[in-house]
């Protein structure tokens, strides 16, 4: 289960394109059986993989692995975070942030200051979208680390933990997200934080509307006063606000999905919208029905 965000694009295109024309894969696959792994024949797997030193070998048993709950197999994963191949590192990082053993976010907690984040900045924002994923507020303090608005910052990263911020369901998300929204708007020049601030409005409008449950828009100077209008009183709904902005909300939705779940979202939209187009076929032909019995009935009439 390597999971990328390669499904996302197709979630969005489905998402906005009601027009598609219908094809054979519109049909719902078939439903397969979920097969359990046993523990100690993942974990015999990835040792085997890992002692043969193949990358392909390794990959492998991480995929067949990654769903399994399981300390020890955990554990198999945390080494692999220190590969010397970055696509098994990256696997390793996957298999961790979809695992959903408690050993799994303890793992990551603990990966937090290795050097290889710092050295790589597609390795750091999968590992800040890991983070995210867990929603867990023992989380927080890894995710706002370096959290500032700077050239100095990979756009990338940054943009992975304004997100991630948005999974922490505490008061302390939106005011670090407010501070960072306020800070791109004091900043300026090309190169310096106001070069950063349309491309993350966004970022932080998508995470403060699914932290609040409130819908302001990019406007910081809107949601600041909101906020100072309301934080008092606030409290943070256990469940994610929705974005009133369907782009924004499908973005959102698939960036937390793993592919199996994306897929399974594009082929519920196709299930959906093929039901759609079979009502309204059949609405058609009602009013075609009815139209054609209004005529004949005007055809038994006498002119007068």
């Given amino acids: 289960m390597i999971c990328t965000l390669s499904l996302a694009s197709a979630l969005l295109f489905f998402a906005q394109n009601e027009d598609v ?28 993989a890992i002692k043969s030193e193949s990358e392909i070998v390794i990959l492998d048993a991480l995929e067949y692995a990654a769903d399994v709950q399981d300390k020890k197999v955990i554990g198999e994963f945390y080494k ?17 942030r979809f695992n959903e053993h408690d ?56 943009t992975a933990k304004v997100y991630a911020l948005g999974r922490i369901r505490q008061v302390d998300s939106i005011e670090t997200l407010l501070q960072l929204s306020q800070s791109s708007v004091r900043g300026g020049g090309r190169r310096g934080r106001g070069r950063g601030t349309v491309r993350m409005r966004i970022e932080v ?42 782009k924004l909300q499908a973005k959102w939705d698939s960036m937390w999905m793993t592919e199996e779940q994306k897929a399974q979202a594009v082929q519920d939209f196709k299930d959906e919208r093929q039901q759609k187009r079979k009502d309204a076929k059949e609405g058609e032909k009602d009013d075609s029905k009815k139209k054609t019995g209004d005529k004949e009935d005007d055809s038994g009439l006498i002119d007068f």
Avoid: C
């Fill in 21 to 48: 024309p219908a094809t054979d894969s519109d049909t719902p696959p078939a439903v397969e059986e979920e097969v359990k792994i046993d523990p100690t024949e993942a974990l015999d797997k990835i040792k085997a």
């Fill in 103 to 158: 050993e799994a976010l303890k793992r990551l907690i603990a990966f937090g200051k290795n050097k290889l984040l710092l050295d790589d900045d597609e390795y750091h924002a999968a590992y800040i979208y890991a983070l995210g994923q867990k929603a867990d507020k023992k989380a927080a303090k890894l995710i706002k680390d370096g959290l500032v608005m700077s050239s100095a910052n990979d756009i990338d990263v940054l």
């Fill in 80 to 96: 692999l975070l220190k590969h010397k191949s970055a696509d098994i590192r990256l696997a390793s990082l996957e298999a961790l």
């Fill in 205 to 246: 409008q998508t995470s403060l509307a699914v932290l609040t449950g409130v819908e302001l828009g990019t406007d910081v100077l809107d949601w600041t006063s909101w906020w100072s209008d309301n934080k008092r009183s606030f409290k943070m709904s256990k469940t994610e606000g929705k974005i009133d902005n369907n």
